[in-house]
């Protein structure tokens, strides 16, 4: 039975040990987007991530320096974002525009600024003409949330994957919101212009870490665990059937002995 006692303390060994990796992964990713990295030096994109790389989860909020040219349009919202101006809770809509990053096949999504109306009055289109600015790197939102029209400009959520039919090129896998104090581009809210219908998006504006960040690593951390479990209670129960089996055998052998 040693073979039996070291399979089944391998497997349950192993099963709880990938558990305990994937929870610990879950919760490096989410204490990765709670991290405060909106004030630091300003690095180059290109230095950061490629437009193929996975996002960098330890660098969220980080501020990043790109070059590049709009493509207007390929502009569309994201609806249910704060106005960061006030504090009582008005709610509207990120404009968002691609960027077609400079020395990359890829194109990545700059949030311009936050407008109480996607229509009314129109917010300023950019032209395609070649652009530096300076945003805080964000990874893909993916909250769940339905898009109720497909067919519209306006999206629930910032979701990298949603766009591949929206954008006629590759994209990165984060998103920039761009900052308005070191940018200088029309297209672009601008922080000195407190009366604009284009405001500027901060980084206190951005949602929290959600209830689904990372919730793949925790739901392979229980499943892991629960493998645990089954090992340990098939290792039981064959030694049980084992032990079982051979009191039976002794039983057999020996009639006069077994008790009455």
């Known amino acids: ?31 990765a987007e709670a991290r405060d990295l909106t004030s630091a030096e300003p690095r180059p994109l290109d230095a950061v991530m490629d437009g193929d790389d996975p996002f960098p989860g330890e660098l969220v909020g980080l501020p990043v320096q790109l070059e590049g040219s709009w493509r207007p349009a390929e502009t569309f919202f994201v609806a249910d974002r704060e106005d960061g101006r006030e504090e009582s809770g008005r709610t509207g809509y990120w404009i968002v525009t691609p960027l077609d990053v400079d020395g990359n096949d890829s194109a990545v999504p700059v949030v311009r600024g936050w407008v109480a109306d996607p229509t009314d009055p129109a917010p300023p289109t950019p032209d395609a003409e070649p652009v530096a600015l300076t945003g805080w790197l964000q990874p893909s939102e993916g909250r769940g949330l339905a898009d109720d029209d497909p067919g519209d400009d306006v999206l629930p959520e910032l979701r990298i994957a949603s766009l591949t039919q929206r954008v006629g090129m590759d994209l990165y896998s984060a998103f920039v919101v761009a900052d308005a104090d070191r940018t200088d581009d029309p ?7 407190a009366g604009a219908d284009l405001v500027p998006v901060r980084p206190d504006d951005l949602p929290d870490v959600g209830v689904f960040t990372a919730l793949r690593n925790l739901l392979y951390a229980g499943e892991w665990w629960v493998f645990a479990v089954f090992a340990a209670f098939i290792w039981w129960r064959f030694c049980r059937d084992e032990l079982l089996a051979a009191r039976r055998r002794t039983t057999a052998d020996d009639p006069i002995g077994s008790p009455a």
């Open 187 to 193: 297209a672009v809210a601008s922080a000195a212009d």
């Open 1 to 31: 039975m040693l073979a039996v006692h070291l399979l089944g303390a391998v497997a349950v060994g192993v099963a709880l040990t990938a558990g305990v990796w994937q929870y610990t992964a879950w919760e490096d990713r989410r204490a």
